[in-house]
């Protein structure tokens, strides 16, 4: 298998887009192919990850679509359904490709367009992930199982409703140093938790998870270069290589889990993530991961094997996960502050760990960062992709 | 036919007794504290100055609710709406939000509008709370029609509360069939949808006893930015 580099990223400012589906995906593209200054060489394939283009949007085939309009003709183009692991997924096909010899560049683009519906229909969009027969028909929502995942995770390992509210405060902070996320608004401990008025600032919205601890509804694009080691060479710039990639699956009700606060998907593809790349969780400088509700961060950072089960909140109290903590989660702002424009999340992650990995994060860098992971949790947890990137000297 | 002043008091509505509203500090979810507090006719210039760059604004029909609000706020002045009142949010003085109302008799409210000028922190929902606290809680009406003009609204109003339809009436925004907040809708929602403290500390009053603007830039940022971009 030949190694396999990210060599430009790109995106949009998250938030609420008036560019069509594909103008936003373009832009993201342009923006990652100026970063990774290719010259003459050309790209061979492109991969669009994307949830809801056909239900929300009225759109199919954008990868065709993009090659069009971005005129990379006679690239190979497909596009990725995969739930909200869509992007990891689009990035895994594209590194396929390239490990493989098939292609030498491909550009992965995410892109999601989720404000053109409201809010009910776009949560009835993404709940259509749920199991049809046993979840979906009794109204289960994302929001719902995450409400009772975050109950049955409490009670058993102690984490309480400010823990949740750390990890929100924390994400906004770090989103406030992101121009690219959707939120810029700080919050405080006493402004959703602890004042009289933090029951209306803060609403209940599937018990015990209030407002502040779910993800906005996004629109926004991402997009990375994958390159071969010939042409990664041949770049100027730090050289980022995808140095693992792992991914599993687990059963799709979650309640037929064993142990429903066991992500066992997202232990079995970061185990496989680390093997790939010969590394360790305490090898990891900074990570992403997929905290669509608050809890997901702090139950993904156990599983993902940075802290031992039911350690993760003490860690948050303690600040570890802080920019500037012992490991830096989610220093875009997350999925909680950057936003979740689903299908471009999971490449949304690998922009900002490659920024980071560049020397590039601005504000919010992590100091001497060299490997770096991400989570892109699908369906609540039944596939589940972790990447591991790791920054090579040159 | 007499004198102008004679004309004028033709054309000037007669006016109820009107308790003032008591203002109060709410703790938004940054940790700012926001004054709630009753502006008076002297006032409303300054607000029209907030209102007028977002009469342009369409998204999330700001561009109506600022057309209808500047009217209606300019028919207070000039004295051509009947028992209106305007209450502002205001955050270190600065203007966050300003709703408004009038009562159609002395048990029935009528709300006009909620303009959030400083968005993502519930300004609105504090501010069309303090709306509703004003009429049941210190007139002591029984009842104040409501409609929403934007889906932002009808979530917050119809939905939170919630509201009872009250379709045989007519709302005078148009002319949309009313929905309605009752005594007892208001204070089964008031413990979920109903805050703020009084007496307001002196000096957190003082510093909101003049409006300051945050600038026709700024508003527009907050409208169209704070909440992700309108790109």
């Known amino acids: 298998m030949r190694p396999v580099y990210i060599v430009g990223a790109g995106m949009t400012r998250f938030g609420r887009s008036e560019l069509p589906l594909v103008d936003l995906a373009g832009t993201a593209s342009l923006a990652a192919l100026r970063h990774a200054s290719l010259g003459k060489v050309p790209v061979d394939g492109v991969v669009v990850a994307n949830m809801g283009g056909s239900r929300i949007n009225r759109q199919t085939a954008l990868a065709s679509a993009l090659v069009d309009r971005l005129a990379l003709y006679p690239a190979a183009a497909e596009a990725v359904e995969n739930g909200p692991a869509s992007g990891a997924s689009a990035v895994k096909v594209g590194f396929q490709a390239v490990a493989s010899g098939m292609a030498d560049v491909v550009l992965v683009v995410g892109v999601e367009m989720m404000r053109a519906v409201d809010g009910l229909e776009g949560t009835d969009f993404v709940a259509s992930l749920s199991h049809p027969e046993v979840e979906y028909i009794y109204g289960v929502t994302l929001p719902s199982l995450a409400g009772l995942f975050a109950r049955l995770y409490m009670s058993r390992f102690g984490v309480e409703r400010r823990h949740l509210a750390m990890v929100a405060i924390k994400n906004h902070d770090h989103a406030m140093k992101n121009p690219y996320a959707h939120i810029h608004q700080p919050i405080t401990m006493e402004g959703i938790l602890t004042s009289p008025e933090a029951v209306v600032n803060n609403p209940l919205v599937a018990d015990p998870l209030c407002l502040f601890d779910c993800c906005p509804v996004s629109d926004g694009s991402a997009a990375v270069i994958l390159a071969s080691k010939d042409i990664a060479e041949r770049l100027s710039g730090p050289r980022v290589r995808i140095a693992g990639m792992g991914q599993a699956t687990d059963t799709h009700a979650v309640h037929e889990r064993e142990d429903p606060t066991d992500l066992r998907a997202v232990r079995l593809a970061s185990e496989k993530a680390f093997a790939m790349a010969d590394a360790k969780p305490a090898d990891v400088h900074v990570a992403e991961l997929h905290d669509a509700f608050t809890i997901l961060e702090i139950a993904e950072s156990e599983a993902a094997g940075f802290f031992k089960r039911g350690e993760a909140h003490k860690a948050i109290e303690r600040g570890e996960t802080r920019l500037g903590g012992r490991l830096p989660v989610n220093p875009s702002g997350g999925l909680k502050a950057r936003g979740h424009p689903v299908g471009a999340t999971g490449v949304a992650q690998l922009v900002e760990l490659t920024w980071q990995l560049r020397g590039e994060a601005t504000d919010r860098q992590v100091e001497k960062a060299k490997v770096a992971y991400a989570c892109n949790f699908g369906g609540f947890g039944n596939n589940v992709i972790a990447t591991v990137l790791r920054k090579e000297e040159r | ?231």
């Open chain 2, 1 to 231: 036919m007499g004198s102008v002043t004679d004309l004028e008091a033709l054309l000037r509505p007669p006016a109820m007794e009107m308790p003032p509203y008591p203002p109060k500090v709410v703790t938004l979810a940054s940790g700012e504290e926001m004054v709630v507090r009753q502006v008076g006719r002297e006032e409303i210039p300054t607000l029209l100055k907030a209102i007028y760059p977002l009469l342009l604004v369409e998204r999330d029909y700001y561009d109506i609710v600022a057309a209808r609000l500047y009217a209606e706020l300019l028919a207070y002045k000039r004295y051509r709406v009947r028992d209106e009142y305007v209450l502002v949010g205001l955050i270190g003085g600065v203007l966050a939000g300003v709703v408004n109302g009038r009562l159609v008799d002395a048990k029935v409210g009528m709300s006009y509008h909620t303009m959030t000028i400083r968005r993502g922190l519930r300004v609105g929902s504090h501010l069309f709370a303090a709306k509703m606290e004003y009429h049941i809680e210190h007139i002591g009406q029984e009842d104040v029609l409501i409609v929403a003009e934007s889906p932002i609204g009808f979530r917050r109003w119809m939905i939170e509360y919630p509201l009872e339809k009250k379709y045989e009436v007519q709302h005078e925004l148009g002319g949309v069939p009313s929905w309605v907040l009752t005594r007892k809708t208001y204070f089964d929602a008031k413990p979920r949808l109903v805050s703020g403290r009084r007496p307001v500390p002196a000096a957190l009053l003082a510093g909101a006893a003049t409006i300051r603007l945050p600038g026709d830039d700024v508003v527009k940022r907050q409208v169209l930015d704070e909440k992700g971009g309108g790109r």
